[in-house]
């Protein structure tokens, strides 16, 4: 009589490897982004606009906790280099329109791209170190930038910021707020994607056990870096159309160390 098989211990990396059951559920996540745009949108008559701005101010601020936890909270990789990416995007898109004469949309595009770039290099340089050396590094990179940014005064005004384009003629601050509340739930959505597929087991792997996940065959650094490069564009593109947002200083929208 042959004895009865061992039962297998479930393990993320091998239900990475397999692609993954489950998949996800799309249906309540998609209820809830319907009742919140719907509750938003039926504040607009009622509300001021102070309070819209306050609100699709802090939807930018959603977009960018939710990307930096797609690194920190699903992979385990604490990166303190978020915001300076921000930034460079930013700052990308704002002298390409000031300074170059560039189209709004080309100047976005160009500023999400350099920081993409830019988030890829630092990543293949940092993200083979752990807990730790990977915050200070990425700390080193974010103070670097700030520097940089504030001594070319010459060319970024420092600490002043920029004064650009508006996005929309009238500075209406309706349409901007409808603008942020599109690119909020594209933006979760997107991530909510990541997190639902073959990535998003990779990632939890990761960050569950990584040495493991290294001895199951996967390669750790490299999905560690497409996860710090993916986060790139959903950081960069909020941010490349802040200074869009406003006529005034860009110092009031620029993030802050």
């Known amino acids: 009589m042959s004895a009865a098989p061992a039962p297998t211990q479930p393990s993320p990396a091998r239900d990475a490897r397999e692609g993954g059951k489950g998949g996800g559920n799309w249906m309540r ?24 701005h306050m609100l699709f101010t802090s939807m930018y601020y959603t977009i960018l906790a939710a990307s930096w936890n797609l690194l920190a909270g699903f992979t385990g990789q604490f990166s303190l280099a978020h915001q300076a990416f921000a930034a460079i995007g930013a700052y990308t898109s704002g002298l390409l329109m000031v300074r170059f004469g560039f189209a709004m949309w080309a100047a976005i595009a160009c500023g999400i791209a350099a920081a993409g770039v830019l988030g890829l290099a630092l990543g293949r340089m940092v993200l083979r170190m752990r807990t730790i050396y990977l915050a200070i590094a990425t700390w080193a990179f974010a103070e670097t930038v700030h520097i940089v940014l504030t001594a070319g005064y010459a060319i970024t005004r420092g600490e002043l910021g920029l004064t650009v384009p508006p996005l929309f003629a009238d500075l209406d601050v309706r349409s901007y707020y409808y603008v942020f509340i599109a690119l909020t739930l594209v933006s979760l959505a997107a991530m909510y994607a990541m997190v639902s597929s073959r990535l998003g087991i990779f990632m939890r792997a990761i960050k569950d056990d990584e040495l493991r996940a290294e001895t ?39 993030p802050n160390w």
């Open 29 to 52: 996540p998609a209820l809830v982004a319907i009742l919140v745009a719907a509750a938003l949108c039926a504040a607009v008559p009622f509300a001021s606009d102070y309070v819209l």
């Open 216 to 254: 199951l065959g996967m390669n750790t650094t490299r999905m560690k870096v497409l996860v710090f490069t993916v986060t790139r564009p959903m950081t960069d593109g909020q941010m490349c159309q802040s200074p869009a947002f406003s006529s005034t200083d860009w110092a009031a929208s620029r």
